[in-house]
């Protein structure tokens, strides 16, 4: 069937919506542009809106998250597309550029949605949730998560096996299995590419046993289980179920290791594992927790002391990297690592381990830009052409960088870089008027 | 009286439910009186959950609403603007606190955290009773910022400023622009040098029509507030005429005959009393230090560009924001810290940058030819014992950056990087591999066990218990020790209190939020950017005046702001002044007037924050704080009880 192609403009186009993007299209917005987010996910917010608390000021993620997320949606001059991609952008004149976007259908008639997850009852399939890091499942018919915005179900058509329940038991009737994919061809004056970063699979490090060894996750998962909206109430190891009373860190997991490619630090791991630390302590009292690094790089606002904190609440802390972790028969697992402070090669037990797995680049935005050469760093992050004067600059005149798709940086960081790509776009748009 | 009242409970993820049992709170209220609904919901702040409760407002006309959930310093404007969307005054909102107030705090007895949590929303009923529609002031803005400090982080936010629009006016106390990041050399990531970068935007800047630069230029006092901040200004002349032949003024610095230690090199070098900070400066004329100059007429004689009939000035700048870009202090050693003022040979870091941008062939200190050099690290910072208790986050970069150019620059250098576990984080890493791979030496111990330096027959030695060698007694002979010295706190810091802009534990510039509002301070029009807020690179110094600067724009931009009516009113017939709300006021917004009868208080209505601090001390009650009356407060009170 020929599909029909919308055509559109806006002053910049925003590739991402988690809380850089969106950040930088609030900045724009309120100053009178009109801006055009992007975003791959059924949800805004990006990473930031599934943490559970921040360091070190320990707010509840979802909760400084929720109302920015909302005002973006209200904002007049912001249009979003969810479930979308960008396939290409191809610069027009000197100032600028056509972009083709592919909106993938979600059958579900957004306007008409009321979130009643009677179609999440209905649906007979079940299979794993990534909302919740593969924790637990969810419906092939489902609310992405709670605080999603927006807040509607989506059909995940890929799982899906037509059954039709859902549409049956939809009370509004805005199930639609007739929808299609939408291509539009937009013309804008400006991108702003915020599309964040990966988290490393630690599947590339066989030595430490992820994937094999059951009672191993990643610091995402654990993020989850201490999340307001966590899938278990409490904390579980998920290979039996129990609640842990020995849990270990593994920090610079995928992170200033050259053997995996990425020799550089990823500058939240510390931070976001002294937080779990923290919390750990509070939701198991009993519990010990240890953490081992190689350096603590707690250099933010506010950091070292949170750092110290943490020691004081008990929290161990072992310099030594983890050479090599293997299971016992009940699940727990030893952690053999040299421990420089004592000089000596050890093995420890826990029944939990933790990798804090680190920021690895979305080249996704790489090859947007057919006719234009968008560098990347030696890292495969965006480059940044004039990194002290001009941050948000890249190899394209009219196209700035926000957020992580830079290279690491925390949430204070980002917000600060958002600001300066919306300040720059505003600039740039005023000087090319 | 509002009569028709929704009450919305909310279970904060389980934040709220986990210990406070939501069902039973809305049972408990729901027959209070005037409530015509109560519901709980997972995220009250969640977009479904705010369209309801649009909804709700504007199919049954409520005419108050109460939201209990976090605290209103997360979501009082949330839910108003929530309530305003549903076609209800926004002031008819009230925000109940029962998560930091009660789940948090009661997390160990969940009958009692229910109970109050019950009370503090029936007093938020009571409240809710008695509120008002209320209209915010609205004040005009003009169009104009006002940075002060001139160095890249204020370079940065004029030049967007002016892009954007507005007339800026840049106010620099030193003489020369370019702050900091003009002492420095070639800088990590580009290899630009410091005066290159702060040519660049210097030159930017000049271009520019819309942006006056003021050197040798201090704000003396302010007498206004947001969208019209009355600052003035004090400009101490350069005693040098404005167009002047440089030739004949090199000859007029050389005839000087005073010598007096070099700041802009740290004090390692001696300057005259005219002078100039290095070649190629911005504005590029030297200046006449009068506080050491001796007036011998020397340099009179011989350039008829000195001018001492110059004299000082008193300017006012009006302004609708303020950008503060005022940057840090180097962390100056305690004498006998490491050795520093004890040995002739102990130096800080930015003394040695100064010395390796000033030396040719080989790098020389006191004469003497430097191989061996000791950096110890975290000098200022994470203190034990001392109030520093902050990383400075760009100081473990800088000192390897440091150690690569002396090596790569000077012959047989050898750097030992006495460190307490470097901090080279991001990007920034590729530096401790590069220097690791050049053959630099690090050796670590912890914050409790420093490293200590002796001297022994001239020699200076550093000794470290090296836990990277399972705590083997480790020593070095050091030709230089350079004390890794961070970032602290402006010593200065008459303009901050000017504006009475408060400060964190650190000392630094407090923003109001360290995530959300990162620029933005308590004192409205007030933004903060750079080094003054807490430690950053340049790169995140850039940023962080990139996004003041967007902020100082929206407060300007529109020409009017609306500001919060909730402040405190005078009832002139029983005012008496006795000068006792003045005293009282944290934010100077009470001041006299007098008519033909009497002598009375006045609010500024810009400058009030409602904080009330002036109503307990009005010894004739003749203070209210408009949404605070004493029958809303007792309401209250009698609801708690």
């Known amino acids: 069937m020929q599909e029909q192609i919308k055509e559109a403009s806006y002053d910049v186009l925003v590739i991402g919506g988690g809380i850089a993007g969106g950040e930088a299209a609030l900045n724009l917005a309120n100053n009178g542009f009109k801006v055009l987010i992007i975003?791959?996910?059924?949800?805004?917010?990006?990473?930031?809106?599934?943490?559970?608390?921040?360091?070190?000021?320990?707010?509840?993620?979802?909760?400084?998250?929720?109302?920015?997320?909302?005002?973006?949606?209200?904002?007049?001059?912001?249009?979003?597309?969810?479930?979308?991609?960008?396939?290409?952008?191809?610069?027009?004149?000197?100032?600028?550029?056509?972009?083709?976007?592919?909106?993938?259908?979600?059958?579900?008639?957004?306007?008409?949605?009321?979130?009643?997850?009677?179609?999440?009852?209905?649906?007979?399939?079940?299979?794993?949730?990534?909302?919740?890091?593969?924790?637990?499942?969810?419906?092939?018919?489902?609310?992405?998560?709670?605080?999603?915005?927006?807040?509607?179900?989506?059909?995940?058509?890929?799982?899906?096996?037509?059954?039709?329940?859902?549409?049956?038991?939809?009370?509004?009737?805005?199930?639609?299995?007739?929808?299609?994919?939408?291509?539009?061809?937009?013309?804008?004056?400006?991108?702003?590419?915020?599309?964040?970063?990966?988290?490393?699979?630690?599947?590339?490090?066989?030595?430490?046993?992820?994937?094999?060894?059951?009672?191993?996750?990643?610091?995402?998962?654990?993020?989850?289980?201490?999340?307001?909206?966590?899938?278990?109430?409490?904390?579980?190891?998920?290979?039996?179920?129990?609640?842990?009373?020995?849990?270990?860190?593994?920090?610079?997991?995928?992170?200033?290791?050259?053997?995996?490619?990425?020799?550089?630090?990823?500058?939240?791991?510390?931070?976001?594992?002294?937080?779990?630390?923290?919390?750990?302590?509070?939701?198991?009292?009993?519990?010990?927790?240890t953490i081992y690094y190689l350096n603590i790089r707690s250099f933010g606002k506010g950091f070292e002391e949170f750092y110290e904190q943490a020691k004081g609440m008990g929290v161990n802390f072992i310099k030594g990297k983890i050479g090599r972790i293997s299971e016992?028969?009940?699940?727990?697992?030893?952690?053999?690592?040299?421990?420089?402070?004592?000089?000596?090669?050890?093995?420890?037990?826990?029944?939990?381990?933790?990798?804090?797995?680190?920021?690895?680049?979305?080249?996704?935005?790489?090859?947007?830009?057919?006719?234009?050469?968008?560098?990347?760093?030696?890292?495969?992050?965006?480059?940044?052409?004039?990194?002290?004067?001009?941050?948000?600059?890249?190899?394209?005149?009219?196209?700035?960088?926000a957020g992580t798709a830079s290279g690491p940086m925390d949430i204070p960081d980002s917000i600060l870089s958002a600001g300066s790509a919306s300040a720059e776009a505003m600039s740039y748009l005023i000087q090319n008027k | 009286m509002n009569k028709k009242l929704g009450v919305y409970i909310c279970h904060c993820g389980g934040n709220i439910s986990d210990y406070v049992d939501v069902e039973k709170v809305r049972q408990s209220v729901e027959k209070e009186e005037g409530v015509f609904l109560a519901k709980t919901t997972m995220f009250a702040c969640g977009d479904s959950n705010q369209k309801e409760m649009v909804e709700d407002i504007k199919s049954n006309h409520l005419d108050g609403v109460v939201v209990a959930s976090c605290s209103p310093k997360l979501h009082l404007l949330t839910f108003r603007a929530v309530t305003e969307r549903g076609d209800l005054n926004k002031y008819n909102y009230v925000h109940a606190n029962i998560r930091e107030q009660a789940s948090w705090a009661h997390s160990d007895d969940k009958a009692g955290a229910t109970e109050k949590a019950i009370h503090i929303v029936k007093a938020a009923i009571a409240k809710v009773r008695y509120a008002e529609s209320l209209v915010p002031i609205k004040i005009s803005s003009i169009k104009s910022v006002a940075i002060i400090g001139g160095g890249v982080a204020g370079m940065k936010a004029a030049i967007e400023l002016s892009d954007l629009g507005c007339q800026v006016y840049l106010i620099e106390r030193e003489y020369f622009v370019g702050g900091r990041v003009s002492q420095w050399d070639t800088l990590f990531t580009t290899n630009e040098t410091g005066k290159e970068l702060v040519t660049r935007l210097y030159n930017d800047l000049a271009k520019r029509k819309n942006i006056t630069v003021y050197t040798g230029t201090e704000v003396i006092s302010n007498s206004g507030s947001i969208g019209d901040f009355k600052l003035k200004v004090k400009i101490t002349p350069r005693y040098i005429k404005e167009k002047c032949n440089q030739g004949e003024l090199q000859n007029a610095i050389d005839a000087c005959p005073v010598e007096v230690p070099d700041d802009f090199n740290f004090n390692i070098t001696s300057r005259k009393a005219i002078y100039h900070n290095f070649p190629g400066e911005y504005p590029q004329s030297p200046v006449i230090d009068t506080k050491n100059c001796t007036r011998c007429g020397a340099c009179e004689k011989i350039c008829e560009n000195v001018d001492f009939s110059q004299k000082e000035e008193i300017k006012e700048i009006n302004a609708g924001s303020v950008l503060m870009a005022t940057g840090f202090d180097p962390y100056t050693p305690a004498d006998g810290e490491f050795g520093y003022n004890l040995y002739n040979n102990v130096v800080t870091l930015p003394q040695l940058k100064r010395m390796i941008d000033l030396s040719d062939n080989t790098l020389k200190f006191k004469g003497r030819e430097i191989k061996n050099i000791v950096y110890i690290y975290c000098v200022g910072s994470r203190q034990v014992e001392g109030e520093n208790k902050y990383c400075s986050r760009y100081c473990c970069t800088s000192a390897i950056h440091v150690a690569i150019t002396a090596k790569k620059k000077f012959r047989d250098i050898y750097n030992f990087h006495f460190n307490r576990g470097i901090r080279t984080y991001g990007k920034q890493e590729v530096l401790y591999d590069e220097s690791s791979k050049m053959g630099d030496i690090y050796l670590q111990s912890y914050e409790d066990d420093p490293p200590v330096v002796t001297s022994q027959n001239g020699k200076t030695i550093v000794k470290i218990n090296d836990i990277l060698t399972g705590k083997k007694e480790l020593e070095v002979e050091a030709d230089l020790i350079v004390l890794v010295t961070g970032m602290v706190p402006r010593k200065d810091n008459s303009v901050g209190s000017l504006f009475k802009l408060p400060k964190g534990r650190d000392k630094f510039f407090n923003e109001i939020h360290m995530k959300l509002r990162p620029v933005e301070t308590v004192i409205d029009g007030i933004t903060i950017s750079g080094a003054c807020q807490g430690p950053k690179n340049i790169m995140e110094t850039v940023n962080s005046a990139l996004s003041a600067a967007a902020k100082s724009y929206s407060y300007v931009s529109k020409g009017v702001l609306e500001l919060e009516p909730i402040i405190a009113r005078i009832d002139k017939s029983l005012c008496t002044w006795c000068n006792a709300c003045s005293k009282a006021c944290p934010f100077d917004a009470v001041k006299m007037e007098e008519d033909k009868t009497k002598a009375y208080a006045v609010i500024n209505n810009s400058v009030c924050k409602g904080c009330g601090m002036c109503l307990p001390v009005c010894p004739t009650d003749a203070i209210n704080l408009i949404a605070y009356s004493n029958s809303e407060i007792e309401s209250m009170i009698d609801a708690l009880a």
Request: glycine share 6%; net charge neutral; proline share 6%.
């Open chain 1, 39 to 289: 975003e791959k996910d059924l949800s805004i917010g990006g990473k930031m809106i599934l943490l559970s608390k921040v360091f070190p000021t320990l707010d509840c993620s979802a909760c400084i998250t929720t109302p920015k997320v909302s005002e973006i949606s209200r904002q007049p001059g912001i249009t979003i597309f969810t479930g979308s991609e960008v396939k290409k952008i191809i610069k027009k004149t000197e100032n600028s550029f056509e972009a083709e976007v592919l909106k993938n259908p979600r059958y579900v008639i957004v306007e008409e949605c009321t979130a009643c997850q009677l179609c999440e009852q209905a649906c007979p399939v079940v299979v794993k949730d990534e909302y919740q890091f593969n924790l637990v499942g969810r419906k092939a018919a489902f609310i992405p998560f709670t605080i999603a915005s927006p807040k509607v179900a989506a059909i995940d058509i890929g799982n899906c096996i037509l059954c039709g329940a859902c549409e049956k038991a939809c009370p509004p009737k805005c199930i639609d299995f007739t929808q299609e994919k939408e291509e539009y061809t937009i013309k804008i004056k400006s991108v702003i590419i915020a599309t964040g970063f990966k988290l490393f699979d630690p599947l590339m490090i066989p030595r430490y046993g992820f994937g094999l060894f059951k009672n191993i996750i990643t610091s995402m998962q654990m993020e989850r289980q201490l999340a307001p909206t966590r899938p278990f109430n409490t904390i579980l190891r998920p290979g039996d179920g129990k609640v842990p009373c020995k849990v270990a860190y593994v920090l610079c997991t995928g992170s200033r290791d050259a053997t995996i490619g990425n020799p550089v630090c990823s500058q939240i791991c510390c931070m976001y594992s002294i937080k779990q630390a923290q919390l750990l302590m509070g939701a198991l009292p009993m519990a010990d927790v």
């Open chain 1, 328 to 401: 016992k028969e009940n699940g727990n697992l030893i952690l053999r690592y040299e421990d420089i402070n004592e000089n000596k090669v050890k093995e420890t037990e826990h029944d939990i381990v933790v990798l804090s797995v680190g920021v690895i680049a979305n080249r996704d935005a790489a090859t947007l830009f057919p006719d234009e050469q968008l560098k990347l760093d030696a890292f495969n992050f965006i480059n940044q052409t004039d990194p002290l004067a001009s941050p948000a600059r890249t190899s394209i005149e009219g196209v700035f960088v």
